[in-house]
């Protein structure tokens, strides 16, 4: 499968970029990993506070050219591969502090492989900002599959938004930083995770109809079956797949999970 084009717009902004350093708070002995470093905006600032980092660039040409441009070279570990391809495990065991302006078209497959290691402490994303609200939306209209799925394995909190002149090319939309900490703990079973994506994307799959009569039919259940765990939850059987918390999707997935 080919995969989609980049269209990456590269940071030139310092005063964002000191902004999103900041955000991941790094102290100098801390294990750094940015994703993408471009032209080396982010890299040089995190270079400020960290005696290394290590970083996965795609692009032959840019990797040369930040390697050029270190005054240092060997306190930087520069992986000239996609990051989709990249083998995590060849990394150390860190703890790990990720950073990245994630290019648009592949930010959420990106994240999605992060949120399945083990071995980050947080992480500070850039994204466009439309993305990066649904990411930590967990009520409101930008509540969805992809709010919930981060919900279910880290803590998400929305920063603040970027312009597009403070970048190169600028884009024709905002951007927007997000902070991620993984849980300490999982929140569902591996067997209840699997009924709490069957779940959502059931309820998300046709927003507009009622969330009940569509479980209901995913799980091939009887409708009287569901009412009954949507009373057990106090949920009005009317409500609709943005009616209703992450907390009770966990309650749901638990209680379809015990059959």
Same mark, same amino acid.
């Given at each position: 499968m080919r995969r989609p084009k980049l269209g990456q717009h590269f940071l030139k902004d310092e005063i964002v970029?000191?902004?999103?350093?900041?955000?991941?708070?790094i102290e100098a002995d801390s294990s750094v990993l940015e994703i993408g470093p471009g032209k080396g905006v982010l890299t040089f600032e995190i270079l400020k506070r960290a005696k290394k980092i290590s970083a996965v660039e795609k692009d032959d040409r840019l990797s040369e050219r930040l390697r050029q441009a270190l005054s240092d070279p060997s306190r930087l570990e520069l992986f000239n591969e996609d990051f989709l391809d990249f083998n995590l495990s060849s990394l150390s065991h860190g703890p790990w502090i990720v950073l990245s302006n994630l290019p648009y078209a592949v =930010?959420?497959?990106i994240l999605q492989k992060l949120l399945d290691w083990s071995f980050w402490s947080r992480g500070v994303f850039m994204l466009q900002k439309e993305v990066a609200e649904r990411l930590v939306a967990?009520?409101?209209?930008?509540? =969805?599959i992809l709010g919930l799925s981060v919900f279910l394995r880290a803590r998400s909190e929305f920063l603040f938004e970027v312009s597009p002149e403070s970048f190169s090319p600028p884009p024709k939309v905002y951007s927007g930083v997000v902070r991620l900490v993984p849980r300490?703990?999982?929140?569902?079973q591996k067997t209840e995770e699997?009924?709490?994506?069957?779940?959502?994307?059931?309820?998300?799959?046709?927003r507009r109809k009622m969330a009940l009569g569509l479980i209901a039919k995913a799980f091939s259940l009887p409708r009287l079956e569901i009412e009954r765990r949507f009373a057990d939850l106090k949920l009005d059987f009317k409500s609709r797949a943005e009616d209703i918390s992450p907390q009770d999707y966990l309650k749901l997935s638990r209680a379809l999970s015990a059959g």
């Open positions: 970029s000191r902004k999103i350093v900041e955000a991941a708070k =930010g959420v497959p967990t009520e409101g209209t930008d509540y =969805g300490e703990k999982p929140l569902l699997e009924v709490f994506f069957r779940l959502v994307k059931a309820a998300f799959g046709q």
